[in-house]
């Protein structure tokens, strides 16, 4: 940890991001077709370790089940426009008709509608029925009020995905989310965060998290630091989660946390550099948002641009590149890392002499 | 205090702006409702510390009033139009007619016309019959000719802000300020600045300051850089400032000076920035010249662009986003850190886990 | 080298482009026409260092031909559109109605035509006959299958450039390229890359090539960065390249194998640094491409730009400058450093007080 | 002096230039009416230490006059179109019609006019008429053949400016400049450069100079990097020369060499950056070029732009924003640094607490 002085007794950490680095090939190189991709936590295997973000932007029951379709795994937001609108079709047309002025009013006005307990039950099914691994996702603030809502009606993986979470949440008012009992009680695996912290990260996984997630989500549509003086540089945040696994592997005698890199990943040029710092695998929306059959149509927005009285984050409009598959596994019509992901990722991988993502943890990271 | 040697027997010190920084959450969370906001300065208690600066584009008598009402402290400047001119209409509609080409021009001829002693007692009694915390600047060119006028109205804080203010002010005329005798003469608190060295701030505190603004003021719309070749990046400004603080305290056995940072904070972010390096208070000016009820009506302007030979600063155009209340305690519609200052500061301070100004000042920064 | 923390237990190092640094006149300066400029690898002198690139854009028979006229090394690709068309004036000319949209897709059906055997021979066999040094260049890929065809038709210098090339391929098929078996049967000298770093590079010396091509090639119009994650500061590149050199010539017992920087060198003062930073020759194709008589006409493009399901690299229009004798040896009528490289790099020199490419590699270098 | 390894084996210096740093106000201020900014050099003393450039933009007989009668040193360039053309006027109006895009190609043509003898000792004999301390400009290539006649005609500062000037020029052809011998010669004062570092400036300090100009000279103009490699950032050199400037005054036992920023100073901050670094007097072309009574009318260009086979440097047009008189000594009218300069120079140098030029080498800086 590099310590600068900022001023007289007032010290800060330099931090970096993933614009910061790059990863330098070895003096070996293999083929892209022998490199592995594929990704475990808990029981479930996936080909790739690419998850696709629980935001509306990009994640429809339909969207979802093409994504785990993919070889992904893939999570719905519980907490979004498809638990609080039977059928949210006009919602998004609103989105669609909102401009760069009114957007952040568009959207607190479609978010105030209520969450439907009976339409996060249906949407668990509806996944549920299409035999994919199912995933879901809720904030810290919902989560002990609908997580038996999730639970019964079939999640195979809970996700807790706040701007800021902490295991430790200190509040005047009664019940608080004690995130160490519920993950307890529930008997499913929990990837829960955004974590930016070695300290933080740590709690995360004392208190039985299977998965963390790093970062503060969403990268391309926040404004956290504008509004909030908040900044995670990603590299930093996963390489010192990285060291928080480690460090808890040793003293748990053996609990394998999965880091999952979440946040300003627009490319897959970022990806590989999230997966270099030390991430398992990576959760990512504003790439697939660009997929013709996304939900968002080629915008892209968080839930915290919804938010009461003081929203963060924009509707970007990335446009329309291809397909979900296209996005996904290629192959790609364009030179800008929007397209063929996986390959990317497995060819980058090759060109520096590994074979799976794990060994790639060990990279030589180039500051430039 | 990392010095850097630029050229052989030539060193400079590094220094960090806001935009340098952010800070990081630690593995705590608060509710945002549980954290104070609330600050004191003398006998002056305010439910916030955002200060509004003293500057013809934020501050007239009327808006004045009105933040005072939203429970900030508000300055108003005595030698700006408002004693000018007996109605500074017409002056303010000829800075809402001026292009970009003849701002200066423009403000040069208009604050040409002398300062009416008259009007400085009639703009303080009007604030002081509107019940609030009287508070109104001078320049420390003037704070002699018009100090006893301030404090006969009834001023209840005195702020003396120039562009560059020390305690010991050097000229081979006759009558100059000396802050000491003067702060030690009137009975009211003296808040002084700007400064933006330890040894400059210390200075002013052992002359008697209450509190000290950091900065030069009015960083959106200065130009001291290219005109003068001065620039104060503001992070180790206020960290440095905030070392003078803790050394003066030891020294004067319990004296406390408030650490004002004052410009260079346009968004809410920044806020949140200067009171992670130390602040106590911050002042600003640009965020609320984008009030609908701000007298500038979404143009902002210093002093210093009105200047006689050596103008510095523009008329910046900076649009309006809502009414001062809006922007102060929210709710906020937008995403850019432009409304809800307060509610954003305290978000920020409860995702950090802290639950007041004062505890916050030891947050993690993060150079990025 | 200088390794950095960029988070717990993960270092990086920090490297530099050529954009980072400039050269620094010492305190004897030179005329110009007394700087030596002559190159020589193997048993061929050229007349100045500056290679142009095997790449469509600049690499016709015809230009090739013109290029070695003018007293450098010329190289053709035997793998572009001259040996998978007769005549490829229409594929050309399809490049040349490509819009930015459709740029990749244009050529990736233009390069999915097979390459032709006779074609290679009589590309070979046409420079041959214009009297020049026949220099071809093949991908790793493709090395295998055609080396034969081109030691058959009597190419004096063969090049292998991939974009990342190392002395170790490991594959799960079955026949891979074996660097060093290849180069010690082939009786004409070997130039093969891109490498980046120290390793992989004295790996290829090992491997017994007579020069090594620093770089992944054609900066101006890939994008490894963005899709792969890749990216190599070409400063550092060749001066660690160079101290591969150095090794090298003292493990081998005087083999001088040829440090040639590719990639990144857009305009004249980028040579420069090349050649500062160790670098014995340049291979350049951006230059070139704003040649009126260069096949593309002002517009660029690389190999990877057409790659099957993973494109890297667009078509960049450049516009034209001059003639290629113009750019290569001037007179110049511009002032941003595309024309009279030749010139430009040998004033340069003269004013750096040196008076050969060996001697100029000790030139003080800046970081600015 | 701080090396950083780019590579392995190879260092760079790390240098800064004017937009890296700023200067930091002391805990003193002073007024500016008691800042001394007059500068002496050899017998001659002027008001103010701004020196106006040899350039055709900026220097024609008359805005030479005018330039000294606002107290400062002004050169006039005796190889530009003043001594090859009787009367220039129309070499200025092809000038003011060219573009962008022949530019370099029309001052080729001009200057490509031979220089007249005659016309060299009229302009001397012209300045000399009007009363003023008479300074003449030449290259090191040119200076042999005329700088008798410069002499013989009366003039009473020397100057011999290149873009990069060493005291020992190395060359095949026969007669060089021998500096030394040269200024041994003259019984005039002599300034030379640019240099840009410590040693070169050393020796041309031994050499006899009067005042060494620091720079490549009109930064705003050339186009050295990109074409040549070469830098100098401006804060690192003149800061370095500076140093020479102390070593030489020990080992000449007390002969104090000027030392004079030449380029990169298109504001008055810059200005003042330069004289915090060490500089004794700057000498500045395009801040000028802004005068409506400067022959160039808002263009502004260097000899080096015209140059037969490499020209560096474009035709700038910076508009017009005041006269002479308001741009070197005010008052200004806007906000940009670019009126005023000798009063933004001085208010500058009173904010910080110093009262003439030599002790303002003192102040701090800050590196930002």
Chains 1, 2, 3, 4 share one sequence.
Not at 22 to 40: C, F, G, I, L
Not at 73 to 97: C, K, M, N
Not at 107 to 136: N, S
Not at 214 to 228: E, I, P
Request: glycine share 10%; with cysteine.
């Amino acid at each position: 940890m590099t310590e600068i002085e900022i001023g007289r007794g007032k010290s800060a950490r330099q931090a970096y991001s993933f614009d910061d680095i790059s990863v330098a090939p070895s003096r070996r190189t293999r083929d892209a077709e022998d490199v592995s991709m594929s990704w475990k936590i808990d029981a479930y295997t996936f080909s790739h370790p690419i998850v696709s973000a629980p935001m509306d932007s990009v994640a429809s029951p339909e969207s979802v089940i093409a994504l785990a379709g993919l070889g992904g795994l893939s999570v719905l937001d519980l907490e979004g426009l498809w638990t609080r609108y039977e059928d949210p079709t006009q919602a998004y047309e609103h989105i669609f008709a909102s401009t760069k002025a009114d957007a952040n009013k568009v959207l607190q006005r479609l978010y105030a509608e209520p969450i439907k307990p009976e339409l996060v039950a249906a949407r668990v099914r509806q996944l549920r029925d299409a035999g994919i691994t199912v995933a879901g996702a809720l904030s810290p603030q919902l989560t002990l009020k609908f997580h038996k809502t999730l639970v019964d009606a079939g999640v195979d993986i809970f996700v807790i995905r706040g701007t800021t979470l902490s295991a430790e949440h200190v509040s005047s008012r009664g019940e608080v989310l004690n995130l160490k009992e519920l993950i307890y009680e529930l008997d499913v695996p929990v990837i829960a965060g955004g974590v930016a912290t070695y300290k933080a990260a740590l709690h995360l996984m004392r208190a039985g998290a299977a998965g963390v997630l790093v970062g503060f989500g969403g990268g391309a549509t926040h404004t956290s630091a504008d509004v909030l003086g908040l900044k995670v540089p990603m590299a930093t945040a996963v390489a010192d989660v990285a060291a928080a696994r480690r460090e808890y592997l040793d003293e748990s005698g053996g609990r394998y946390v999965h880091v999952i890199a979440d946040g300003a990943m627009g490319r897959s040029g970022d990806i590989v550099k999230a997966l270099a710092c030390g991430a398992d695998a990576v959760m990512v929306g504003s790439p697939l948002a660009r997929a013709a059959d996304a939900p968002g149509r080629g915008r892209h927005w968080g839930r915290e641009a919804a938010h009461r009285d003081l929203p963060r984050g924009h509707i970007a409009d990335f446009g329309v590149v291809g397909t979900l598959a296209e996005i996904m596994t290629g192959p790609s019509r364009t030179a800008d890392g929007t397209m063929n992901l996986v390959g990317a990722v497995q060819t980058s991988i090759a060109k520096c002499g590994y074979n799976n993502l794990k060994d790639f943890q060990k990279v030589e990271i180039i500051l430039n």
